[in-house]
């Protein structure tokens, strides 16, 4: 039953590392999204996709790089991780471009030692 | 450029008591208003939301919230909240369809008792 599902949960690594997180949606929604969650709980968007189209890349350093493997599945690489990486990051779905509420997952809580 | 002001960082209150989480956006377009719940170490769950017509919109759990065009508010309330009220409120706005939403930096609720 799960809708906006994250895959792993919690990721522990070290700097200099790379790693991914996966996201999936059993919704049928078109448009997906990445969000970042500082320690501050502040949220901001970073990427989005639609119908595996990139369609919002905000200001993030290139070593952040999303791929769309179908519109079901939006993942998100992380090469060349730094302490500042930390967070906990969020992946969201929309129904699709003309409408406006997004469906969250539980999120993945990532921490670069 | 839009952008969300939560009024208040923190608010704490007692069991069965009435709250009001502030919410103050600025926008130079219309703009699509959203309340949504985060408790501990869980994603984001939307409240409510705001599109058109009534300009007093209830949503799960018992909240409701009151666009006022003139303040350029979007105030959540209850009347009386339980302890499992406790958790991180977040306002965002959307100015059209498919577009990311911007978020408030949050209200922490603490209900006791």
């Known amino acids: 039953d799960t809708a906006v599902s994250q895959t792993p949960k919690y990721l522990v690594t070290q700097m200099g590392n790379d790693k991914s997180i996966k996201c999936e949606q059993n919704?049928?929604?078109?448009?997906m999204y990445w969000y970042k969650q500082d320690s501050k709980k502040f949220l901001k968007i970073m990427f989005s996709y639609n119908n595996k189209e990139l369609i919002i890349n905000e200001t993030v350093p290139n070593r952040f790089s999303p791929k769309s493997p179908d519109k079901a599945h939006l993942n998100l690489h992380i090469n060349s991780l730094e302490l500042g990486d930390s967070a906990v990051y969020f992946c969201?779905?929309?129904?699709?471009?003309?409408?406006?509420?997004?469906?969250f997952g539980p999120g993945t809580r990532l921490t670069v030692t | 450029a839009q952008s969300v002001t939560q009024l208040d960082s923190q608010v704490p209150v007692f069991e069965e008591a009435p709250v009001e989480l502030r919410c103050n956006y600025s926008s130079s377009v219309s703009v699509y208003l959203f309340w949504y719940v985060q408790y501990p170490n869980q994603g984001l769950q939307l409240l409510l939301k705001y599109l058109s017509g009534s300009t007093l919109v209830k949503g799960i759990n018992g909240f409701e919230a009151e666009f006022n065009k003139s303040q350029t508010s979007f105030h959540l309330r209850k009347p009386s909240v339980h302890i499992s009220d406790t958790a991180e409120y977040f306002c965002?706005?959307?100015?059209?369809?498919?577009?990311?939403?911007?978020f408030g930096k949050g209200t922490t609720l603490s209900v006791s008792s």
């Open positions: 919704l049928g929604h078109d448009t």
């Open positions: 965002a706005v959307s100015v059209r369809a498919g577009t990311a939403l911007i």
């Open positions: 969201a779905s929309r129904p699709s471009t003309a409408t406006y509420e997004q469906y």
